[in-house]
């Protein structure tokens, strides 16, 4: 799956989570999930939405904890809009981060891999 | 009918699919679509699969010469464009449709480029099934 909408601004990321939802629940599998475009703010540690809202860190998280779906955000991407894990914020001298494990910063060549390995991409853009 | 200009009469070719189709409808500027998009295709080729283009919409406007960063104050995609023929990219087909409504004649683009008409846009994509749209 690849998600290029960012979330609570666009419906794109909450569908592609119900997507991905529905999709594991009908009992396929759910190999990679890739973050692009403005989709890599999905994987901001420090998103804090009202409680009476859609958790969207938390659903896609429980993705990976109970379907082992990797979660992937193309570094590229997410180092120009503030996404940064421990290692890159110490490779760029910032001062604090906010990507962490489960969400793996990576290059776009995972995305055209898991797209060749894979029987299906399902693209959600804004 | 589909008219090529430029050189290279491989570029005519929408029967061979490719590894990848990109598909790219956004202008240069005002967004980072297009750059996005292109930052793929390039990956991919530089991972040594084949990569064909697809401009579409506002993506037509990608390919006019004398482009610069400009008032905007983004880096623009003209030097990514320039940089497909080192990475084998040479598959590039455009919108017969969209340049016409643009007012863009075929033979003023930057890089040699197939147009195709709708019926034949909707054979490429439907020959290639790895497709991605920006």
């Keep these: ?37 403005d989709g890599v703010h999905n994987a901001s540690a420090l998103m804090s939405p009202p409680q009476d809202e859609v958790q969207l860190a938390d659903g896609w998280k429980r993705l990976h904890r109970e379907g082992g779906t990797q979660l992937l955000v193309c570094i590229a991407a997410g180092l120009r809009r503030g996404l940064v894990d421990t290692g890159e914020a110490a490779r760029h001298g910032l001062n604090s981060h906010s990507v962490e494990p489960p969400f793996e910063l990576t290059g776009v060549g995972q995305l055209v891999d898991a797209m060749l390995e894979n029987d299906r991409l399902i693209t959600f853009a804004p | 009918m589909n008219s090529t200009s430029g050189i290279s009469p491989a570029t005519t070719a929408i029967d061979a699919p490719q590894d990848l189709l990109i598909v790219l409808r956004h202008a240069p500027h005002g967004s980072s679509w297009l750059r ?40 623009g995609t003209h ?21 016409a409504a643009r007012g863009l004649p075929v033979d003023s683009l930057m890089l040699p480029v197939t147009s195709l008409e709708a019926s034949r846009i909707a054979r490429l994509m439907h020959s290639h099934p790895h497709t991605l749209i920006f």
């Design chain 1, 1 to 37: 799956m690849l998600v290029h909408a960012a979330p609570y601004s666009q419906q794109g990321a909450l569908s592609a989570l119900r997507f991905a939802n529905a999709v594991v629940e009908r009992g396929h599998r759910l190999s990679t999930v890739f973050f692009y475009h």
């Design chain 2, 36 to 75: 996005e998009g292109l930052d793929v295709a390039l990956v991919a080729a530089a991972f040594g699969k084949r990569v064909g283009l697809l401009f579409q919409g506002d993506g037509v406007f990608a390919l006019l010469q004398g482009q610069s960063s400009g008032p905007l104050a983004q880096k």
């Design chain 2, 79 to 99: 030097p990514q464009l320039a940089m497909l023929e080192m990475y084998d990219i040479e598959h590039l087909w455009v919108s017969e449709a969209a340049l």
